[in-house]
């Protein structure tokens, strides 16, 4: 009888055991309540996170509303924001090229189960794209190095079967809830595809002037050129000479609009509009949002029909 006991009481102390085992493997790697922490980058990726995930995730986006991702720099906080998070989700180095920095950062600082996943694979990418198109970028010379891709709803569908998978591998007890609201993501991408689709056929343009040379897979995907006043990161603007052979290109091709961005200056967008006598449109890289697209609650749907109908006027769509 004794020895019979013993054997129970170790059972039961094992169970114990293990039981606290996986209850503190589950603590370091879901916040309370259950739910998967994800960092994001930027707003596309928490779009995406954020339907795929559901309940079962709480979604920190480390760009807020309203900051240019372009020249954004995390702060230690950002890092924290990292550290305490189950998943850290960024777009490609060529877009955000602190992120692995920061993801190092953040497992050196404790948090080395975190999972890093890139959602982009870009076939010639160079982390210093942005000195590399500062000339010579009024045209649309290819998006190899663009890693807005989002922009193409058929792309962001992409990104959103590498988050599908990374949340199975974290949270693999929720895969059907997941692979349910990504099957619901990937028809509301479709129709988003088609909707864009239909809003860009028979136009009487086949170029649109841009404030930046971020919309190079939306061109391709609806057939149209992009013709830039500043390369992949707004803040290197063209030179004089390059604007004029803009302007010059504004006026043989019968452009009417000028497409500025609702987050970076348009202070060049309107000085070549009061030249050419084009009208402003706001077409939206979605990036980030802006703060009052957050408080609205506008998603990226809604932003991405916005973009369809100024494209559409843009060039003359019937």
């Known amino acids: 009888m004794p020895n019979k006991l013993t054997y129970l009481t170790f059972v039961l102390v ?6 606290v085992v996986v209850a503190c493997d589950r603590e370091l790697n879901e916040p309370s309540g259950g739910e998967v922490s994800v960092a994001t980058t930027t707003y596309p990726l928490t779009y995406l ?14 760009v807020k509303p309203g ?18 998070s189950t998943l850290f989700i960024y777009n490609h180095p060529a877009f955000e090229s602190w992120a692995l920095n920061a993801a190092t950062a953040a497992r050196n600082d404790g948090a080395e189960r975190i999972v890093v ?3 982009i694979n870009l076939e010639s990418a ?13 045209e649309d010379h290819g998006h190899d190095d663009d890693a807005h891709v989002w922009l193409n709803p058929l792309k962001a569908l992409e990104q959103s079967e590498r988050i599908l998978s990374a949340l199975i591998e974290v949270d693999p007890e929720s895969s059907r809830d997941y692979t349910r609201n990504a099957a ?22 086949g170029s649109v002037v841009v404030s930046h040379l971020a919309f190079g897979h939306i061109a391709e995907r609806y057939g149209f050129e992009q013709i830039g006043l500043a390369g992949l990161s707004p803040e290197f603007e063209s030179g004089p000479s390059q604007i004029a052979q803009v302007i010059d290109r504004i006026d043989a091709l019968g452009i009417k609009h000028i497409l500025r961005e609702p987050i970076v200056s348009d202070r060049l967008a309107e000085s070549v509009a009061a030249e050419t006598g084009a009208t402003l449109l706001t077409l939206h890289p979605l990036e980030v949002r802006t703060s009052a697209e957050a408080s609205e609650g506008l998603d990226y749907i809604d932003i991405m029909k916005s973009n369809a109908a100024t494209l559409h006027t ?3 769509c019937n």
């Open 67 to 84: 900051i240019e991702a372009h020249d954004f720099e995390p702060a230690p906080s950002d890092i924290r924001a990292i550290t305490n």
């Open 314 to 316: 843009a060039l003359g």
């Open 49 to 62: 996170t954020e339907k795929i995930g559901g309940n079962r995730v709480v979604v920190n986006q480390v």
């Open 184 to 205: 619901a993501l990937s028809v509301e991408l479709r129709a988003l595809d088609d909707l864009i689709s239909r809003e860009l056929a028979n136009c009487n343009l």
């Open 14 to 19: 094992l169970t114990l055991i293990m039981s």
């Open 117 to 119: 996943v890139q959602t």
């Open 126 to 138: 160079d982390e210093d794209h942005d000195e590399d198109h500062d000339e010579d970028h009024d």
